[in-house]
């Protein structure tokens, strides 16, 4: 039995959940209206305010779909009540982030800056020229649109230099150590 496909969810107050035909769950709430297709083989039931997602037999599909269906839709409910945030920290001399309209203005030692602008249901903000929050309801697309920042200058083992997630730790490796001989 999956232990996180039985968990019921908990709808909160002004968060609206319908489930159209072909397994369609659409969510409704005060930060925005996410949509989503679950397998067609799970039963969607809301009742009295919580929403059980059942699978109709233990088939080996069945049981890989049914924590998954559960989960996308607590993903959905969360992001459209609280809304997700990433945080990324800049390390590096001349490394930096600035924001310029729609555009997140990265200077990361290349020749020029990289604009990249923001897509559609996400939002950053650059507190410091070092940091960068990247908010949104779409739980998927803010962790995807925070890798491809990160994708520009990941961070390298031997100076620690580059994009890092907040709280995330590198570890330095010890450079060369030999006496080069001439000869």
Do not use: F
């Not at 909160?12 to 072909?22: L, M, N, S």
């Not at 109709?56 to 924590?67: K, L, V």
Request: one cysteine or more.
């Amino acid at each position: 039995m999956s232990r996180i496909g039985v968990r019921p969810i908990t709808i909160p107050a002004g968060v609206e959940v319908t489930v159209a035909d072909g397994n369609v769950v659409k969510v409704k709430g005060p930060k925005g209206e996410l949509c989503s297709k679950i397998g067609p083989t799970m039963k969607v039931k809301i009742e009295d305010g919580t929403l059980t997602v059942e699978r109709p037999d233990d088939n080996r599909e069945n049981r890989s779909q049914h924590g998954l269906a559960r989960t996308l839709i607590d993903n959905m409910v969360t992001g459209v009540t609280q809304g997700y945030e990433k945080k990324l920290v800049i390390v590096g001399v001349g490394y930096s982030a600035a924001k310029q309209g729609k555009k997140l203005v990265l200077k990361l030692g290349y020749s020029h800056p990289i604009e990249l602008e923001d897509p559609e249901g996400i939002t950053t903000e650059t507190p410091d020229a070092n940091t960068i929050l990247i908010k949104g309801i779409d739980k998927a697309q803010v962790g995807n649109y925070t890798a491809d920042i990160r994708a520009w200058r990941p961070p390298e083992p031997y100076k620690g230099k580059g994009i890092l997630y907040d709280g995330e730790v590198v570890h330095k490796k010890e450079g060369k150590s030999g006496v080069a001989t001439a000869g």
